[in-house]
């Protein structure tokens, strides 16, 4: 059982469905089964069984519940070496109920599960768990090349414009991908005005993808990387652990979920973020109330700050 872990976007699902496609003739049964976690929330856990046993027995059996579903599964397969891939996964339950156990699949059989949630992985107690990784700036450049012009290789004139962009998506596959497709077909001038508009109205296709891990947080995670994403990027750990635990916020175990689930890292003793989860962070803070700065929770810009206290706000805000 191998675990790949990264945040929404960095290319999971893409990297499996390549592995999948090389090798899968090495096996005697294989099942591809995408979209773990919209699929159950939208048909069930017992369709995901079914498709899994369709795909590898080529029977269509009418499983009743998910537990005559693992019945199923640990019984009939016991005996087959298989390739598995469950994609995009977010919950403990739902891998117990698909490939609990390594004795469920034959001898040789590989399982490939994808995530958000390094703990998800730990808990099952996966053989190897691996990071996935970003592009290179080079490969960044060459995909957005793909999307933008159909080409493998950038016009002269519209390079330097390109790194921009790719330096803005900070090497995520996916937000490269949104943004060539956009691009496509649009003159140099729409290319600087579409940079120029990241810089306040944050593209939201790719704000949506990353915002599924935010919405699945508890309400105190929440809270702790809402207050990293506004001030503390990139600052010491022992600073923010000092100051965010006036706050009650129990940050021994929530930066301990953010990391597990792909939201911060640890550079040294440093906090680290990601840009565009940074923006996605701050995005969801103005959203609360855009135009009026004084009813956010948090502010950060010198005029918003400057606003508010010249104007009084935040006082005529706690009187109502």
């Not at 498709?51 to 599964?73: K, R, T």
């Not at 808990?123 to 450049?141: M, P, Q, Y």
């Not at 579409?194 to 704000?207: G, M, S």
């Not at 918003?304 to 706000?313: A, Q, Y």
Request: proline residues 2%; glycine residues 8%; neutral net charge.
């Amino acid at each position: 059982m191998i675990g790949i872990w990264g945040m929404g976007g960095i290319g999971k699902t893409t990297l499996v469905r390549v592995v999948f496609r090389m090798v899968s003739n090495k096996f005697e049964g294989c099942c591809f089964l995408a979209n773990v976690k919209g699929v159950c929330e939208k048909d069930g856990l017992v369709r995901l069984q079914q498709q899994l046993i369709l795909q590898i027995l080529n029977e269509n059996m009418g499983v009743e519940d998910v537990n005559e579903g693992v019945f199923v599964i640990k019984n009939r397969l016991c005996h087959k070496k298989i390739l598995l891939i469950l994609d995009d996964v977010d919950q403990l339950e739902k891998l117990n109920k698909l490939a609990r156990n390594h004795i469920w699949f034959g001898l040789g059989s590989r399982i490939i599960i994808t995530t958000r949630d390094k703990h998800l992985l730990q808990a099952l107690g996966v053989d190897e768990i691996r990071e996935a990784n970003g592009l290179t700036h080079d490969e960044s450049l060459y995909l957005l090349s793909l999307k933008a012009f159909k080409k493998d290789h950038l016009p002269k004139d519209y390079l330097e414009l390109s790194r921009d962009f790719v330096n803005y998506a900070n090497d995520i596959p996916l937000a490269i991908e949104i943004l060539g497709s956009f691009l496509f077909g649009r003159s140099i001038h729409q290319w600087k005005s579409t940079l120029n508009r990241l810089k306040q109205f944050p593209e939201k296709d790719i704000l949506q993808v990353l915002r599924i891990s935010f919405d699945g947080l508890h309400e105190i995670e929440k809270e702790i990387f809402l207050n990293i994403a506004c001030f503390f990027n990139h600052e010491e750990k022992k600073d923010v652990v000092e100051i965010l635990n006036y706050l009650d916020l129990f940050l021994d175990v929530g930066l301990g979920v953010l990391f597990d689930k792909s939201f911060v890292k640890f550079r040294g003793h440093t906090l680290w973020m990601h840009d565009l989860l940074q923006e996605m962070g701050k995005n969801i803070v103005y959203e609360e109330c855009p135009k009026e700065p004084g009813k956010c929770g948090k502010l950060w810009l010198f005029k918003d700050i400057n606003d508010v206290l010249t104007k009084n706000s935040v006082s005529s805000y706690l009187e109502n």
